[in-house]
């Protein structure tokens, strides 16, 4: 009801702001308020979303844990409630009479009871809060938290048309594309993911024949993605004039398409030619490109999920106050996890998995033996290698020394201190609402609860980390399911930023295993190469990882170069 009212309401206001106001409302005023209408419409399905992860993996014994499992609790026991009244409601019996007052006095109680817990989470854990109940910012609120280099582009795509705004720190735009509805936008993503995540793009000689080896070729529709370009990016693009940074917030089919495959000039040549390819201008060589789950996001990640109150931005309220420790003693450059003893034939072309369903044993562990058969990675070994090989004070466990008792145990203390935190193995998708995602490790000889191989979802949000930056370098990390409209951030993902991290690197598919060993490793080059204080340093860097992959002919497809997203804060 309240996403049904918000995107109605977002929707009215958007007609109202394009037109003569009727009352003393200035246009600039109707903007503001869609703007916040807007969010609201986006958030309360994330929002949802997170409480449900959440509750999944907190503690029972700290006093969060058992107000998230509360608020899990009577989050279940309201929607029962409702489904209950409906169902009286549709009789006029005298016994359905009572039966719905008494189920009425239950829904006042369990939700006055959520409402109260509520505030008790945002009173003592703001941080927190924040992430999982995520409130509409203001267009001041939003400039304010924005840096000088940096724009904000929040997408709403509707059933009838897609909404866009244009946010800087001193001017907004926004616009209408009726002809990018919710069904023509899951149309047009569908389109460009199937030759993403099912072909390479081009035939011959120059094409990496290691990734999607054998099946029918399809090219990336270049006239599709420049449609998208110019329907949702374009009509506002003037507002962000010299700007080098841009945070997207994007809501459905976009989910599971990085907007750095969006073409910004129109195609020339053949789609399944390289050199067409190599001409191609995309929206990555415009911006450095991060992505937000809610415009919210800014707030809980430069107001409260802080290092230290020098880091807070100016935009924040005086009150906000940090959850996270005033500093980290003895700070690790990097810790990292990956190639897997495995006893699957190397798969020469990605990383791709079957789903958490497949490899779950009879319980809640995962079957030792499924994990054992998948795939080795032979690229995974080198990234690690050169990783460490550049950051020689690390922590870097590879093949037997990567497992989920040293990620949960023995390396925990490392992991609390690390700048840079990568996992470099299978990533497994989420089957059934019981089948979480996560990433595979070293098998154990036998599964046990504190090691099966298999680092879920609900086990990683238990990592105690104040990184900077946390690398999935694995296959489908960004979404559960791969599907245009399906939820935007995985369980997965979401689970390292309760964990600590402040930004994630996460891919959209199944990526190819040596293009992605060279990603990731010119991303940390450049990282390495510019300034800590550069207030777009992550961003910049998958930037200049992606411009090395695509210098390599072979490698010139977006399903080489564009898998990877950056999600929380750029610099």
Request: proline share 6%.
């Amino acid at each position: 009801m309240k996403r049904l009212t918000a995107a109605v309401l977002a929707a009215g206001l958007l007609g109202l702001a394009g037109a003569a106001p009727a009352s003393p409302d200035t246009p600039e005023a109707l903007r503001a308020e869609a703007f916040e209408a807007a969010q609201w419409a986006i958030a309360s399905e994330a929002a949802d979303a997170l409480a449900r992860v959440s509750a999944r993996f907190a503690q029972g014994d700290d006093e969060l844990g058992l107000l998230a499992e509360e608020r899990e609790r009577l989050i279940v026991e309201r929607d029962r409630l409702e489904r209950e009244l409906e169902q009286h409601y549709a009789s006029a019996d005298d016994a359905d009479l009572q039966a719905r007052i008494r189920a009425r006095m239950a829904w006042e109680a369990a939700d006055g009871r959520l409402k109260s817990v509520d505030s008790e989470i945002e009173t003592r854990f703001p941080a927190w809060a924040e992430l999982t109940s995520p409130r509409a910012l203001s267009v001041r609120e939003t400039q304010g938290l924005l840096k000088a280099d940096e724009g904000l582009l929040l997408v709403m795509v509707n059933p009838e048309a897609t909404y866009v705004w244009g946010v800087t720190r001193d001017r907004i735009a926004w616009a209408r594309a009726e002809d990018l509805g919710a069904e023509a936008m899951t149309e047009a993503v569908s389109i460009l993911r199937a030759s993403l995540t099912a072909t390479p793009a081009a035939r011959g000689p120059d094409v990496d024949p290691l990734i999607f080896a054998g099946r029918r070729a399809a090219p990336f529709d270049r006239a599709v993605s420049h449609r998208l370009y110019t329907g949702i990016v374009k009509p506002v693009e003037q507002v962000f004039t010299g700007k080098s940074t841009l945070i997207t917030v994007v809501t459905g089919a976009l989910t599971t398409l990085p907007l750095a495959v969006l073409s910004t000039n129109a195609p020339t040549g053949r789609d399944d030619a390289v050199d067409a390819l190599d001409d191609t201008e995309w929206l990555m060589d415009r911006y450095a490109l991060a992505t937000l789950p809610a415009v919210s996001s800014l707030k809980a990640l430069r107001c409260h999920l802080v290092v230290t109150p020098a880091d807070r931005s100016p935009g924040c309220p005086p009150a906000a106050a940090t959850g996270r420790p005033e500093r980290v003693a003895d700070r690790l450059p990097l810790v990292a996890f990956g190639a897997p003893v495995l006893t699957g034939a190397p798969d020469e072309g990605g990383r791709g998995s079957p789903s958490a369903d497949q490899v779950m044993g009879t319980g809640r562990l995962a079957d030792v033996s499924k994990l054992k058969a998948l795939p080795y990675l032979r690229g995974s070994r080198l990234e690690l290698e050169t990783l460490k090989s550049r950051y020689p004070d690390s922590v870097v466990r590879i093949g037997p020394e990567a497992t989920e008792r040293s990620v949960r145990a023995l390396d925990a203390p490392a992991l609390e201190r690390a700048r840079f935190v990568v996992f470099s193995t299978h990533g497994l998708m989420a089957g059934s609402a019981a089948s979480e995602p996560g990433l595979v490790l070293t098998p154990p000889d036998e599964a046990t609860e504190a090691d099966d191989g298999y680092l879920s979802a609900s086990e990683a949000a238990q990592l105690k980390l104040n990184a900077e930056f946390v690398v999935l370098s694995a296959c489908n990390t960004a979404a559960s399911d791969g599907r245009p409209g399906g939820e935007g951030l995985s369980g997965l993902a979401r689970a390292f930023f309760y964990a600590g991290a402040r930004s994630m690197m996460v891919s959209h598919w199944e990526v190819s295993d040596a293009a992605t060993t060279k990603l990731i490793t010119e991303t940390f080059a450049s990282l390495d190469a510019r300034q800590a204080t550069d207030p777009g340093v992550r961003a910049r860097a998958l930037q200049a990882g992606m411009r090395a992959v695509r210098a390599e002919r072979r490698w010139s497809h977006p399903a080489y170069w564009a898998a990877f997203t950056l999600v929380g804060e750029p610099g």
